[in-house]
């Protein structure tokens, strides 16, 4: 193709492949990695009889963060509810496909979702941290999932996930106080302490900062930043500067599709289909 035809489509930039056209719906991009953690088999979703994911096939990796991005409505939280088996309590939602983390498919009957849910731990959008004390917060989970044996390991625990969260400098003389007398972005890292006291390996994350302000917002991005070497992370965010500071790779959903999957500077940078750039670039059809 010379030069001239190049220039002259609307959707061909001279030096880069042609994109994906807009009718396309398999995904394009990396969707497989080496050694995934988690590893997704053709997930569809329905409410009743409506479709709200489908097709979706992805692998996450260990010690990555994975960034879903996408339109209202295009199915970035059913897809993290699919991840810890939290569609199951939602009346009329069915999934099918198949989940494996480290190998083992998740729903399959013999699988106890709760142990599931302390190995992949949620915060949620809004800080949903329990009416009980700062203490109890952390100490409750870990006491249901019989982690901890007496006061000593229990105090243990919740220091250590409060520094882990980085909350600890904040709350160490009020440890008593209720854990919804903090402050917004504080209760959210109260939550991420609770997911973590529970010794999880995935922690998902649905819009954690939506509802917190430019500060609060930069303190769980570092946090995000240092607990990615111990755990998977998979978050879902509104904001796409938000999704280049973070994550490795990013998955672009469309309309229950997952368009487009890749580094997430490809996909910021480079797209290849033409839906993902029409998302970045702010323009819609
Ligand atoms: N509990 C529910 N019951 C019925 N429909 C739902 C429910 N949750 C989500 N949906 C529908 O599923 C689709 C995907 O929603 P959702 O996963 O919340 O998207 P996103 O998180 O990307 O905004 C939407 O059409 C939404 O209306
Ligand atoms: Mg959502």
Redesign the pocket.
């Known amino acids: 193709m010379n030069q001239e035809q190049t220039t002259g489509h609307p959707h061909i930039r001279p030096g880069r492949s042609p994109l994906v056209e807009r009718t396309e719906r398999a995904t394009v991009g990396q969707t497989t990695v080496e050694d995934p953690r988690i590893s997704c088999k053709n997930v569809a979703v329905y409410?009743d009889a409506?479709k709200?994911i489908s097709n979706i096939n992805l692998d996450i990796g260990r010690n990555e963060v994975i960034a879903m991005i996408?339109p209202?409505?295009?199915?970035?939280?059913?897809f993290l509810r699919c991840l810890n088996r939290m569609n199951d309590t939602?009346e009329?939602?069915t999934v099918s496909g198949q989940i494996f983390m480290d190998g083992k498919n998740i729903y399959d009957s013999d699988v106890d979702v709760v142990p599931l849910r302390a190995q992949v731990g949620m915060v949620f959008q809004k800080p949903n941290p329990f009416p009980k004390s700062i203490y109890d917060n952390i100490a409750y989970g870990a006491r249901i999932h019989g982690l901890v044996q007496n006061r000593d390991e229990t105090d243990e625990l919740v220091v250590g996930s409060l520094k882990r969260a980085g909350l600890w400098g904040e709350v160490k003389d009020r440890l008593k106080m209720s854990g919804t007398s903090l402050s917004g972005g504080q209760q959210q890292r109260l939550c991420i302490a609770r997911a973590i006291a529970v010794n999880p390996e995935v922690i998902l994350m649905d819009e954690p900062c939506s509802s917190l302000d430019p500060i609060a917002t930069a303190i769980i991005e570092e946090l995000i930043d240092e607990l990615k070497q111990d755990y998977t992370i998979v978050i879902?965010t509104h904001s796409m500067q938000q999704a280049s500071r973070i994550s490795h790779r990013t998955a672009y959903?469309y309309q229950g599709d997952l368009v487009e999957v890749g580094s997430t500077d490809q996909v910021f940078l480079n797209p290849l289909h033409q839906l993902t750039e029409d998302y970045i670039t702010g323009r819609f059809e």
């Open positions: 409410y409506k709200a996408g209202s409505g295009c199915g970035k939280s059913t939602i009329g939602c879902v959903f």
